[in-house]
Each structure stands twice: as C-alpha cells, then as structure tokens.
C-alpha cells in the first residue's frame, strides 16, 4: 500500500479549505457562500482525519463526528435565515442586505 | 427630656425622607396628614420644650443634646448638637407654628396640584433645615442648615418648573444668595484659622478676650458673615432676588420668603451679636444698609401692580427694621420685630393667595376691587395683617415692634437721626402702600368675581394668624405704656441690652409721632387710590414710577456690571490655548472615527476577506516566530 505522506494530506486538506474561502469571497447567492462554508469546514474535518491517522489516535474522528454535528445544526439554522432573507426581500443577493452599518 | 429637643428638627426630616420615597404611592390624604402632621407635632413639642425651658432655667441659659459627632479631623470638630437658648426658643416657637399653620392651609391650597407629594416633601425639609440653622451649636451645622434652607428656597421658587420663567427666578434666587453664601464660608474659614473652633459660644468668647474692639481681624469676620446675612435676607445689594421669588406658590412666600428664611439673616447677626460688637464699623454699615434697604423697597412697594410683588418688597423693607435695630444694638427689638413680622406677614401672604387662588390666577392688584362684600373672611385677616404692617397705633403688634425701632434708631447710643428718620419715612411709606393695596383689592368697584370662598382648612390658619398679629404686640409693652417686658426680659438672657443717652426727649413724643405718620400714610392712601385714583394714575405714569417698578433698576444695573462682562470674557476666552487644543483633540478623533467607519460598510463578503486577511497576518507571525 503506498502511503501519501502527511505534508501532501495537509496540503490537500490546505488546498480545500482555500476553496471554500475563495467561493466565499466571490460567491454573492448567499446560498453558495453556504456551501462555501461547509467545504472550508470540511477541511477542517479533513486535517482532525489526518491528525488522528497520523498518531494512530482514534481522537480525530470523534471530534469529527462531533464536528458534523454541529456542521448539521449550523446549516439547519442557516438555511432558516436564508429562508426568512428570501421572504422579506425577494433576493438571495447577500451585497443587497447592507442595513448595517455605520451611516455617514 | 432633651432629647425631644432633637426631635423637632427630626420630625420633619423623617417626613421628608418619607414622602420622597413613599409619596407616589401613598393616597393624597394621607400625604397632607404625613406632610402637615409631623410638622403639627413639632409645632407641640416647641411649648412643652419652652415650658421646661421657663419653668427650670437650665444652668448655663441653654438646653444642649448632642446626637453624634459628625466631623472630627485635625483641630476641627463638629458635632449635631442642637442647642436651646432663648434666642433659639423664639425662632423655633415661630418657625414651627407659623410653618404648622401654612402647611394645613397649604392642604387645601395645592389640593389640585399634582405635584403635591413633591410640595409636601421639599416644605418638610424646609422647615427641618430651617430648625436645624436656628437650633445648630456650630457655625458648620449651621451653614448645613443655612445651605439646606437655600436648596429648599429654590426647589419651591421653581416648584412649577414647567413655566421657564419661574425655573430663571429659582437660578436668579440660588445664585444671588451663593455670592453672601460665599462670603459666609469665607467668613467661617477666617474664624477658624484663628480662633480655631466653630462652636458658636467658644468662639463668641475667644472673640471678645483675643480681639480688641474694632481690630481689623473682627472687622473682616463680621464683615462676611454679613455678607452671608444680606444676601438670605434679601438685602442691599443683594435684594433683587426676592421679588422675583414670588413665582413660587403662595404658601412657600409666606413660609420661606416672608416669615422665616428670610429673616436667617437677621438671626445670624444675632447670634453671633459679640463679633458685630466688637466691629462697630460693621455694626454701623448693618444699620445702614438696613436704613438704606428699607426706604428704597419701600418706595418699589408703592409701585408695584402684582400683589405677591408688593409683599415682596414689603417684606425686604420690614427686613431692613429689623437690620436697622440689630446696627443700633438693640437686639432684641429686632427679634421682637422679627416674630410680629412672620406673623402679619406670613398671614398676608396666606390671605394674598386666597385671594389669587378664588380668582383664578389673577396677581395685577388694578384688575381687582370691591371684594370686601365678596370674600369677608380674607378682608378683615388682610386687613388686621395689613394694619399690624402699617403699625396701626395701639391695637396692632406690629406698632409695638416698630415703634421700639424707631425709639432705639433714636436714643441708643449707636443710632442717630439719620437713621431715625429713614425708619419714619420708611413707616410712612408702609402704610401708605399696605392701605394702597387694601383700598385697591377690597374697597373702589367691583371689578371681578370670586369663582369660591376659600375653605375651612386655610380660614382656619388666618384666622389664628390674624389674633396673634394683633396680640402678639402686648407682651412687649413700651415704657410708657404699662411697661411689660416680656419678650425682652427673656431675651436679655443671652442678648446684651441696648446702652442709651440720656436726656432725651421722652418716648411718648416718638410714639405720637409714629402714629401720626401711620395713620397719615392711610388717609393718603385713602385719598390717592380711592377717593381721587387720578392722582394715583397720573404718577403711575412718571419714570420715576417706572424707575421704582424696576427695584431702582437694580437688575439692569447688575446686568451692565457683571453679566455682560462675564458673558464678553466667555465669548474672547471661548478659542482661546487650552480650548484649541481641547478642541483639536476631539477632531482628531472625529477625523480617525470616520476613516474606520468606511469599514463598518454592511456588506458581508468584505467582512470576510477582512477575516481573510487578518488570519493571513497572524499565520505569518507565528510562522516567524
């Protein structure tokens, strides 16, 4: 079996994780900032993966599972924000809700 | 037994904290039973206390009850030690019964007033504050009271605060008595550094064995404690104040600015009477002054159009007898002076406010007339408390106090004619503008309707008001005149008695000439404003009324002097260093705030790469590291 070493995993996991940052500074469906979200997330899951495989140390997926856990919750009540968005502005534009800020 | 001594400034003081707390939710009965009653119990505590004060002189002159002690640091120790004297007894026997009076009429007189907790609370802590200056051991438990009755005075001047008008009349009232407040401290400050105690009779005594009659250092002590004294007292050149005041409702004129705090003025003087002595300079410019105050608000008294207004100045020129007998050392003439005074003039207030009250407001005495028929119970108390003012010979108590006056301006060794004729035509000009305002309000046509008669709860007050300002005057009776001493006779415990010249001519001759100028002053006034009102409107219309309207345009003085400069300094200093600076400072942190607000821009995704960024610089610390 041919091993990958551990600076390629983490630089996959790195790779990832810039993805999900770049579809979320250019992405303005709010929806896709979403799932940019999940895929940076997921990166971090990714490394807790290699971490544990690396040690032999079964502590990396438990704080993945705790991880998806809490990646469920966070979706659930941000697609419910993303719902009401809709609802009260008929967009998913996210530069389109700029209330807040400072008025000068 | 003393300690029911401490207990008469306390029961108003707890009536205070009480309604202050408690009074939005507490029924308005019980408010006025609260608010009138605990002073109705003090005002029983003071006879039983005069009584065990008579009836067993304690040694030393004085009931003394010390509650704790309240500063003690260095050389300086103050303790709240109330102490009774006679001179004390007098005031509290006054204060407590004419406040007691003006509080159940006041029951009925702000029954419609919303804010009658409020009123309740702030007269309460007056008269505390009040018994507390005149009962206080030292001069610092003193001046809390002197401040204390100061805070209460503007507090009810500016009771209906909505009017902007009377808010500037409480600020003009606060800060005019300030400037003699200052002095007064000034003055305390002076007695402490060298005689070094504020305890009234250590410091009287210390006063008279280290200083000579007429050394500088008494001079400048006495000379600012009367600063502190013109300007509670409302006068020259701190008189301008009190008119004013009268924006404040009826029964605060009567209590505050009328029958007791006024006349604090008039206590401290004479309570610290050996200082005064010692400074017979000082003690001539009180007399002065006192001449000077009472003719000039006088002759503004004559000229005045809103009722409140007249006793106003009436009152600043009845002060001014009882200065003109402190400056001529007859003590406690002035003292007499002062309780026959608190009581015509405090029911004149009342009967005054009645009269305002049953017609809707109404102030200008012109718009008045013919309500003798109309409202008998307030004419014949006004017209008892306006004779006892113009010193109605032989019934009234007011002509006993004054005539003593007038007798000691003359034959006290420190008075002289000058002074004496000031009070004469001081006399003469009382009675003729206490009888303007009686023929003009009570007497003449029917000009306007009275929408009620005034009820039982504030008859009853003028009414018992009226019996003591005429019977007030027989415990004093003159030499020549079945010679009864005794207010004086009290008195003359603590108060040095007057030193006279002799061969004189005889008291007999000023009282007929007292009389004759009293009564001269009603039948002008009878002329002038009833019989022939031509004559009166015809002066009406000279400068020289519209000069004594203004209070001999003191204010416009003031304004030219002191306002205008002050507010011209302000304006220059407005830029100048330190402003800039200060300025500078504030714009610079405008300047940068705005810079980071542009930030602060709602949209989300700059946010982010703000995040984006910020981790991307930590990284690369913590790489280098």
Redesign the interface.
Known sequence: MVTIPVEIQILFAGLLFLIG?IG??VR?NVIF?LMSIEVMFNAAGMVFIIAGAHWAQVDGQVMFIFMLAVTAAEVSVGLAIILQMFHHYKTLD??E??????I? | MAILLALIPILPLAGFLFLSIMGGRIPRRMIAFIGAGLIGMAAMLTPIMGLIFLVSPPPGGAIAVTLWEWISTGGLTAAITFRLDALSLVFIFVITLVGFLIHLYSVEFMADDEGYARFFAYMNLFVSSMLILVLADNLLLLYLGWEGVGLCSYLLIGFWYKEPANGYAARKAFIITRIGDTAMIIGLFLLFIHLNTLNIQELMQQAAVKWGQGSSLATWAALLLLGGALGKSAQLPLQTWLPDAMAGPSPVSALIHAATMVTAGVYLIARTHVLFALAPAVQLAVATIGALTLLLAGFSALTQHDLKRVLAYSTISQIGYMFLALGVGAWSAGIFHFMVHAFFKALLFLAGGAVILVLNEEHDIFKMGGLRKKLPVVFWTFLIGSASLAALPLITAGFYSKDQILWFAWSANKGNPWLWAAGLTGAFLTSLYTFRLVFLVFFGESKIQPTHQPGRLMVIPMVILAAFSLLAGFIELPGSMGHIRLFSGLLDTILPTVNMIHGNLPEVFFQVLSAVVSLTGIYLAYLVYLKKPALGDSFNKTRLSNFFYQGWDFDRLYDILFVKPLVWLAEIDKNDFIDIFNSAIARITLWFS?LL??T??????WY??GF?IGIVFILTILMNL
């Open positions: 940052l979320l500074l303005r900032m996210v530069d809700l700029n209330k807040l800020k400072e000068n | 705005s607000s542009l602060q821009n709602g949209k989300l995704r982010v790469m984006a």
